[in-house]
């Protein structure tokens, strides 16, 4: 698996609230289409207003054809839509997931 993190952070929470409604709306569905097995979005604690996107990818081959053949559009869509001006600040990041675990399920009887 590989994992591709977007940050963002903001001055107005306004501005914080539009950009999360917008990406629950369109913008994740969209990364979701043209390749990502699946998004979620974390606000982070701290005094800033700081949000994180995390997509899966398969692996780090479909993250390429995603960055090649869909960011470039995708990225001018989320500029056209939320330009810096507005007071936001994007950071990027990339890495492979190693391990991944989920918690078992609890059992039927358990309250």
Same mark, same amino acid.
């Given at each position: ?10 001055? =107005? ?26 998004? +979620?979005?974390? *606000? ?19 993250? /390429?054809?995603? /960055? ?6 995708? *990225?001018? +869509? =989320? ?13 990027? =990041? ?7 675990? /989920?918690?078992?399920?609890? =059992?039927?009887?358990?309250?």
């Amino acid at each position: 698996m590989f994992l591709y993190t977007v940050a963002c952070e903001f001055e =107005s929470v306004e501005v914080a609230q539009q950009w999360v409604d917008w990406l629950e709306r369109e913008h994740l569905a969209d990364v979701c289409a043209a390749g990502a097995l699946d998004a +979620e979005i974390v *606000r982070m604690d701290g005094p800033a207003i700081r949000y994180e996107v995390h997509y899966r990818f398969r692996n780090r081959a479909v993250f /390429e054809a995603y /960055e090649r053949d869909h960011a470039p559009r995708l *990225r001018a +869509e =989320s500029l056209r839509v939320f330009p810096l001006n507005l007071g936001l600040r994007y950071a990027r =990041s990339t890495g492979e997931i190693i391990a991944r675990r /989920e918690a078992a399920k609890p =059992s039927p009887t358990l309250p």
